[in-house]
């Protein structure tokens, strides 16, 4: 299966921001993405989501603790399969099916990712409801507790 990552009718490896408001799209044939490291995953993108705070983000307008460090690849929220571990990331294997929250650089085809940051998803959850919901059910369980 290939990630899917669409805006109107292009599929983009990787959407960038340059600066606040000014976006671009990066074309890498062969990206080189580096090995995961110690306890990192090596992560496929099989869906992303788009929420009001990374166009917020986009603006200038959201409050981020740690300024942004131009260019930045956009998106925090996503759901793939694991392509490979690197030591100590014991909890995951390649082939596993995950989704993770609050973790840049989405809106692209694949990252390594802290084993920490991402949740193993049930069969019975496909990737786009996972890449829409994870972040929404934190939500609204910090909400109502």
Known sequence: MKARLALGAIVLVALLADATAATRRKAVLNPVLPPPGPGEAHVRHDA??????????RRGGFYIATPLKFPVTLGNEGAGVVRGVGPGAREFKAGDRVGWVMSGGSYARWKVIAATQVVRLPASVSYEAAAATLFQGMTAHYLAC
């Not at 992303?48 to 983000?57: E, M, Q, R, T, Y």
């Open 48 to 57: 992303i989501a788009l929420n009001f705070s990374d166009v917020n983000v």
